[in-house]
């Protein structure tokens, strides 16, 4: 069955990276989109940026100057990398699987990862 | 960016039918989406592309709308459907979220 799972620090300092792993099973990364999606503590949702089945990326742009998602097919993961942290960046952080085409839903999620940026 | 804009939160007694709202700020097409977030979970799809449930979901559950105005029925609610709900646009970028509607249980 479709699987993801999200792995990572979950204490990082103001104005270092943070760098998440999502390790997927039960599904292609060639086929189909993995997205990262964050909550902060008791607040709302927001999309971070997506990578596609052929590889290509989209970032929200409130976060692109920050962000970098990249893959490892092989090893069946997706990486996300955000420099600059700050505080307000605490959030539990989701990745997600979609179509491979622009309007899919997100249907499937991993249980997500706290981050919290605190010196 | 397009905002979605949800009242923050109903309560209901078990039997009722209840109606969630979500107004998009600029059209959306169909192209909106229902989730349930259970406290200490992740997001679970419910409806698809305004109106077609998701695998496995109750047929309780049911999505009207286009354009940029969209509703979530729960007909009838049942004690676990207690959660947050959340509407989300994929036809424009970047994708958004509404804030959620919390769904109390009288």
């Not at chain 1, 993961?77 to 979609?98: E, P």
């Amino acid at each position: 069955q479709v699987q993801l799972k999200e792995s990572g620090p979950g204490l990082v300092q103001p104005s270092q990276t943070l760098s998440l792993t999502c390790t997927v099973s039960g599904f292609s990364l060639t086929s189909n989109s993995v997205h990262w999606v964050r909550q902060p503590p008791g607040k709302g949702l927001e999309w971070m940026g997506g990578i596609w089945g052929d590889g290509s990326t989209d970032y929200n742009s409130a976060l692109k100057s920050r962000l970098s998602i990249s893959r490892d097919t092989s090893k069946s993961q997706v990486f996300l990398k955000m420099n600059s942290l700050q505080t307000d960046d605490t959030a539990i952080y989701f990745c997600t699987r979609s179509g491979n085409y622009g309007s899919s839903p997100f249907a499937y999620w991993g249980q997500g990862t706290l981050v919290t940026v605190s010196s | 960016d397009t905002v979605l804009t949800q009242s923050p939160a109903l309560a209901v007694s078990p039997g009722e039918r209840v109606s969630i709202s979500c107004r998009a700020s600029e059209g959306v097409n169909s192209y909106m989406h229902w989730y349930q977030q259970k406290p200490g979970q992740q997001p679970k799809l419910l409806i698809y592309k305004a109106s077609n449930l998701a695998s496995g979901v109750p047929a309780r559950f049911s999505g009207s709308g286009s354009g940029t105005d969209f509703t979530l029925t729960i007909d009838p609610v049942e004690a676990d459907d207690t959660a947050t709900y959340f509407c989300q646009q994929s036809w424009n970028d970047p994708y958004t979220f509404g804030a959620g509607t919390k769904l109390e249980l009288k």
